[in-house]
């Protein structure tokens, strides 16, 4: 009696109770599926309702996916819950041997439709491999990266930039441990590593460096694998000796056979480094493609000690970038709000140097959030358009599909009549256009994947630091493109299937062509011209957008000019302001020896190298409550402006007698003197530079036009230039002008540096042209990227007009004959067949034409001296895209005038 109440008290789970009943068919059959579930679940009750409970979801499970996708043979008996799946599974696996067998007897078929797919598919895959790598993930190796922050300083309240250290010191003192249990900075820099003495520069290198504070490391919760890191000492004063953190590929390089970090060093700048620790092997640094060779204290850093009091305690000046560990239940919008709180006292304090400054915390991430979100953008341009690419595949593969299908109407029609249902038809067709996306995907997921190993294989030098890609694929790659095949195949993959099997069994039998089918057919045409469209337009934005760079005017001249970089400190020469200028003036006098030189000129900025920096300075005029503007400072030489071809625009250039004891002077760009006097002349005013201690004064004597900075698309920047000696630093471009392009040989310039000093090196020498590339990187990148894209889309789209016209030529064969029998011209057939394909394209280019308007809009950032309504970019899209679809009409036009009336007539 007990086992008996147990039994009856006893209920499936009522979720998989109400899923079965939702899937399973209403008849007797599911009735008696369920009555034969329920009874089983009793019976391993009384084994432990739990386990009972398991199976019961899991048989659930299994018959929900049988009945819901497949529609299993439906059974009657106590047994069909247990062998319907497995005869489900029987049938489905008799789909998938007779997809392989039509493969096999199609190959042509087979290749074009996986091929295309696999580059649709690939090229999604590779630009989301990107996204993911740089976008989706944080450092492996860092602990708990949700709780690292980056801190930031604002400008009322816009833009995101980097810290003064004083006021790193009050963030600190302020939020530790409440709000922050760590606020760490860093600096990137390069040094210069060598094997031997002084004298031996042949085994020089240059390294990537970060000087770092104490609290660097374990903010990322990263421990060295030898040693440890740096003392909070060094933070505020070099220690004794130099020390460094040495990254594991330099440590192997140096004492590969060695674990131990007793009298261990390393020559860094001249100057003998104890290594205090070795970095794990895995750590690639917190920042995409950037990771360190060597960290250094930030005490170590030359800004901090300056000969006028350095950064250490300036708070004008700002150049350290922040990293922060959030104390436990901190967040990220609260952390912002404190340390906005922070500079709000700051500002009351420091009114000078603090006014209208803010403060805003954002997540970490392998991008910096100061330039997260245009990349971002920038990203989601490029997916876009992958994605368009992928769909015109997939709508060719559809089309091949159809028309495969419109061969087999018979065959489907004598499978319906001997009793075979629509639904194990559609079932059929779905395995073999599933297999064929299955393969597609499984190659554009290879090709990604070759792709992106050949990308991390490269080691980009165009930048000053060498940039490691690491677009290793992880699980959002292989889900996204798991994801993004299913689609295809799911969308695509159903419409012919559809189509295929619709219409009456005689109807089917007489072979008659179904209208339905080739309307499908027509609508995927029109979405690849649509989709074409809107590629052509982009990538002859893009282009054109490049074009109208190269002829924006920058405020120098680009060709017949070789650059290179020198810094003596990192040479670990003397970097005092006398020997410094007395070594560059022997530089310069080497280089103007050079056979065909025209001029040679230093500068501390390379123009358009997408590098910002920011100096707050009060024009003469302002009131003394004003805290000036921030301008971008750059010390040149006096020979700066002929070198560079500069436009002097009021006043003088630099002479030389304006060297170091001399009156302080300096020029101004064009931008800087209207926003400092506007309606005035800038020539005899002074500015005061404020980030100096104590302040001076600067009078201007000269004004040039704007020299491009950072981007191209830039507005221009409010520029100071400082005569090189009177503003010495040790680390310089070089500048030499030939006197026509490629007359100066790189070979030359460098044994020019080292005929000037034996002990200077140098990093690569390249065209001007090559160096100010840096400005266009993203819009070359799109265009090149849309371009193939386009190229690709432009070739399905007339691939899928192809087939089109071609199906309809052929299932008009008698039509054309008796046309052609009664008197009609052959060209006027090839006439009305180029017509149809005029009729199907030209619905295409509308849309698509609307759509590259819509899609313009968005990618306006990126442009430069191009409207997104550019008329020629427009006019020209259209008629590359009606040139190559009346190319891809032309065949079957041709085809359909040579038809032979009486063959046609005599066949029928």
């Known amino acids: 009696m007990t086992e008996h109440n147990q039994d009856s008290e006893a209920r499936p789970p009522r979720l998989a109770q109400r899923l ?38 899991l048989e659930a499970l299994r018959l929900c996916f049988g009945f819901l996708v497949f529609r299993g043979p439906k059974r009657s008996t106590r047994t069909s819950s247990i062998s319907s799946l497995r005869l489900t599974f029987d049938s489905l696996g008799r789909d998938i041997g007779y997809g392989l067998r039509r493969a096999r007897r199609r190959p042509l ?14 090229a999604c895959t590779m630009i989301f491999s990107v996204i993911s790598a740089t976008l989706l993930q944080s450092a492996p190796e860092i602990k708990e990266p949700k709780r690292v922050a980056e801190i930031w300083r604002t400008q009322d309240g816009h833009g995101l930039d980097t810290l003064s250290y004083p006021d790193v010191v009050d963030l600190r003192s302020e939020l530790v441990p409440k709000t922050f249990e760590r606020v760490s900075v860093y600096i990137w820099d390069m040094v210069s590593a060598s ?29 060295p694998t030898l040693g440890q890191g740096f003392s909070p000492a060094w933070d505020e004063s070099e220690p004794s000796q130099p020390v460094a953190v040495v990254s594991r590929r330099l440590w192997r390089e140096h004492y590969p056979n060695s674990y131990s970090l007793d009298q261990q060093s390393i020559r860094l700048g001249g100057r003998e480094h104890a290594i205090v620790g070795v970095l794990p092997g895995d750590f690639r640094g917190h920042l ?18 300056g000969p006028d009091g350095g950064q250490r305690t300036s708070r004008r000046g700002s ?52 330039v997260r979100t245009p990349i971002s953008g920038f990203f989601a341009v490029l997916l876009g358009l992958g994605c368009l690419v992928l769909l015109i595949t997939c709508a060719n593969v559809a089309g091949m599909l159809l028309a495969s299908a419109a061969t087999r109407t018979r065959e489907m029609a004598l499978r319906l009549a001997v009793g075979s249902s629509r639904r194990q038809l559609i079932r059929q067709l779905i395995c073999e256009s599933a297999l064929l996306f299955l393969a597609g995907g499984f190659l554009g997921t290879f090709l990604s994947f070759a792709a992106a190993r050949l990308i991390g294989a490269s080691r980009f030098t165009v930048l000053p630091i060498a940039v490691d890609l690491d677009l290793t694929p992880d699980w959002r790659v292989l889900l996204f493109s798991l994801l993004i095949t299913s689609l295809g195949a799911l969308v695509f993959g159903l419409l012919p299937a559809f189509q295929s099997t619709r219409g009456q069994v005689g109807m089917r039998l007489r072979s008659a062509v179904s209208s339905d089918r080739f309307l499908a057919r027509r609508a995927l045409v029109v979405t690849q011209v649509a989709a074409s469209m809107v590629l052509l337009v982009t990538a002859g934005l893009f282009l054109r957008s490049v074009q109208e760079m190269a002829n924006t005017p920058k405020g120098f001249e680009t060709k017949g000019v070789l650059t290179a970089s020198v ?66 400072l750059n010390r040149v030489s006096t020979s700066y402006v002929e070198t560079l071809n500069a436009q002097l625009l009021e006043g003088r250039a630099l002479l030389e007698t304006d060297a170091l004891n001399a009156e302080p002077i300096g020029l101004v760009g064009r931008e800087f003197a209207q926003r400092a006097w506007p309606d005035q002349s800038a020539v005899g005013k ?34 100071l230039f400082l005569p090189l000696e009177q503003s010495y630093a040790p680390s310089v471009h070089v500048f030499v002008r030939g006197s026509a392009p490629n007359a100066v040989a790189q070979a030359d310039v460098a044994a020019a540096i080292l005929q000037a000093n034996p002990n200077l090196s140098h990093t690569f020498i390249q065209t001007l042209e090559q160096a100010v590339a840096m400005g266009s990187i993203p819009q070359r990148a799109a265009a090149w990227i849309a371009t193939v894209l386009g190229a690709i889309a432009l070739l399905l789209s007339s691939l899928g007009l192809y087939g089109v016209i071609s199906f309809s030529v052929t299932s008009r064969n008698r039509e054309i004959g008796v046309r052609m029998a009664l008197g009609a011209w052959r060209s006027k057939v090839l006439g009305t067949v180029i017509r149809d394909a005029a009729l199907l394209a030209l619905p295409g280019l509308a849309i698509g034409l609307g759509l590259s308007l819509a899609v313009a809009q968005v990618t306006r950032s990126f442009l430069v001296g191009v409207s997104p309504t550019d008329t020629w970019t427009l006019f020209a ?15 079957p036009a041709t085809r359909a005038a040579a038809i032979d009336p009486a063959g046609v007539l005599r066949s029928d």
């Open 686 to 719: 002074w500015v005061e530079l404020s980030w100096k201690d104590p302040a001076i004064r600067v009078r201007i004597v000269g004004v040039l036009d704007d020299v491009k900075s950072g981007a191209i698309n830039e507005p221009p920047r409010p520029t």
């Open 567 to 632: 810094d003596l400190e990192l040479d670990g020469l003397d970097t005092s302001a006398e020997s410094g200028i007395q070594l560059f003036r022997q530089l310069e006098q080497a280089l103007q020896a050079i056979p065909g030189v025209e001029s040679a000129a230093f500068a501390t900025d390379m123009p358009l190298d997408l590098a910002t920096n920011g100096n707050t300075v009060l024009p003469e005029g302002w009131s003394g409550e004003d805290t000036g503007f921030s301008t971008s």
């Open 195 to 223: 094997e031997g003495g002084d004298g031996d520069r042949q085994a020089a290198k240059r390294l990537s460096a970060m000087y770092v504070s104490a609290d660097y490391l374990p903010t990322l919760g990263v421990q």
């Open 877 to 891: 899209a259209t008629t590359c895209v009606v040139g190559v679809l009346l190319i891809a009409s032309l065949v």
């Open 20 to 57: 079965l009943e939702a899937a399973l068919p209403e008849e007797t059959d599911g009735r008696s599926i369920l009555g034969d579930l329920h009874q089983e679940f009793l019976d391993r009750c009384r084994t432990g309702q739990r386990s009972a409970a398991v199976w019961y979801w």
């Open 109 to 122: 078929f087979s290749l074009v439709a996986v091929g295309s797919l696999g580059i649709g598919i690939g």
């Open 288 to 305: 995409f493609g950037f990771q360190p060779d060597v960290l250094l204290p930030i005490g170590q850093h030359a800004e901090m000690h």
């Open 319 to 370: 150049f350290l970038f922040s990293l922060g560990k959030l104390a436990p239940g901190v967040s990220i919008s609260s952390a912002s709000q404190n340390v906005d709180a922070v500079y709000q006292r700051l500002e009351t304090q420091y009114p000078q140097s603090n006014r209208g400054r803010g403060g805003q915390v954002t997540s970490y991430g392998l991008v910096p959030g100061g």
